[in-house]
């Protein structure tokens, strides 16, 4: 599989394996959301089950090819709800009853899904599994897609919970077809400095592992920057010796709070397209914001269904 570089390239992959993922999609009362559904319905690689007012007459408002997808053949039934809480359990026990393998959020809070799907008896999230965010961007600085966590769920990652960002992060280029992705450990410089910067040594910790073949086929080092990391001419410029070579498929953010800042600035220039999923549950979950954009939502169920 030649590694997929833009959003278009992943829906023309999914489209083209003629297989549907089974999508529950939470309370999916809003335009948004009911469009980027039908249009993955229409490419093929979605059969959906929305989860909520099954009379909910925003569906017929909508435009005609939309409401088409979503009322006639096959691919979409409805699950009936009496409000966003029981749509998200509902939801969330089909999941875990293997009636589902995207869990995809609408018009719903995010506490609320979370609260479902991190309930300890009847959840998705296994014991012992860390759940993290991974962010797969196009921007107008690389050719590529570039890979990123965690901007949503981890404040301050410890040892254990990087570790399993990065063994996400490297499944999911796997899957784009990346087969050893160059892992970048970020950093504001590229030197390690215990005292001030303690996880800057689980840094290293990381490198020996992925050394010793702990995450398979791939690339890691760090600290780096974010500009080395991206650019091979800075890293050129800098004189910095790194197997990364300026050329990174994925980031590794410190903590939410550079990650975060980094995922708002790319999204201000109209030339960025975003998708993001949960990973670590029994399946992928799409979180989007409930203000994200039609193509957003798409993107996002297109990487989780891959």
């Not at 063994?167 to 970048?184: L, N």
Request: glycine share 6%.
């Amino acid at each position: 599989m030649t590694a997929i570089k833009n959003f278009g390239q992943l829906t023309s992959e999914l489209a083209g394996r003629q297989q549907r993922r089974r999508v529950a999609v939470v309370w999916p009362h809003d335009a948004q959301t009911l469009r980027s559904v039908a249009k993955a319905v229409e490419a093929g690689f979605v059969e959906a089950v929305m989860v909520g007012q099954t009379n909910c007459q925003l569906i017929e408002q909508l435009d005609e090819s939309v409401s088409d997808a979503l009322t006639k053949g096959d691919a979409v039934s409805f699950c009936e709800a009496s409000d966003p809480k029981d749509a998200a359990e509902k939801a969330v026990a089909m999941v875990r009853d293997g009636q589902a393998d995207v869990l995809m959020k609408g018009m719903v809070g995010t506490d609320v899904l979370l609260h479902a799907v991190l309930n300890r008896d009847t959840g998705i999230l296994p014991r012992g599994r860390v759940l993290t965010h991974v962010t797969a961007a196009t921007t107008a600085f690389s050719e590529k897609m570039t890979f990123f966590t965690d901007a949503a769920v981890i404040p301050y990652p410890t040892a254990e919970q990087r570790r399993a960002q990065v063994e996400a992060v490297v499944a999911v280029c796997r899957k784009m077809g990346i087969e050893s992705p160059r892992i970048s450990l970020l950093h504001c410089t590229e030197k390690v400095n215990e005292k001030l910067f303690p996880f800057t040594a689980d840094y290293q910790a990381l490198k020996r592992e992925a050394d010793a073949g702990a995450f398979g086929a791939c690339i890691i080092d760090g600290p780096l920057d974010l500009k080395t990391s991206l650019s091979a001419k800075a890293m050129a410029v800098k004189g910095i010796d790194s197997p990364i070579a300026g050329e990174a498929d994925a980031l590794i953010f410190p903590d939410i709070e550079a990650a975060n800042v980094f995922y708002k600035a790319i999204t201000l220039y109209p030339s960025t397209e975003t998708a993001g999923v949960l990973y670590g549950t029994l399946a992928p979950v799409v979180l989007p914001s409930r203000g994200d954009s039609e193509a957003s939502k798409l993107n996002s169920l297109a990487l989780a269904c891959i």
